[in-house]
């Protein structure tokens, strides 16, 4: 079975950083591009970040433009998000999410979140002083 197991999350004070991580479980991610996107409560679920099967196309929204940085390790089937100087804003649960449609490369999985297939069940990042 096809799962992504999120991890951790937790409570950070406003400039504080955290490492979420993304890991794989029954299937390798060698061949899935990898979204990050989050939902906040009350809002609608947004696409964070995404990187390449290769890893060499990487994409942010604009929100978090130069504080989260994506990597994957396809060696430990496990994709990370990097978050720096964290917002208040930024308070949401952060999912890691992959597809086999067309539409599930970086960077358009970020505008098609619906289409993606294989979702975990997240993981909860609060940012509050």
């Known amino acids: 079975q096809l799962q992504f197991v999120e991890s951790g999350g937790g409570f950070v004070q406003p400039g504080g950083s955290l490492r979420v991580s993304c890991a794989a479980s029954g299937f390798t991610l060698d061949y899935y591009a990898i979204g990050w996107f989050r939902q906040a409560p009350g809002k609608e679920r947004e696409g964070v970040s995404c990187?390449?099967?290769?890893?060499?196309?990487?994409k942010y929204a604009d929100s978090v433009k130069g504080r989260f940085t994506i990597a994957r390790d396809n060696a430990k089937n496990t994709v990370y998000l990097q978050m720096n100087s964290l917002k208040p804003e930024d308070t949401a649960i952060y999912y890691c999410a992959a597809g086999a449609t067309a539409v599930a490369g970086c960077p358009a999985m970020l505008d098609y979140d619906y289409a993606m297939e294989y979702w975990g069940k997240g993981t909860l990042v609060t940012v509050s002083s």
């Open positions: 990187i390449s099967v290769s890893g060499t196309m990487v």
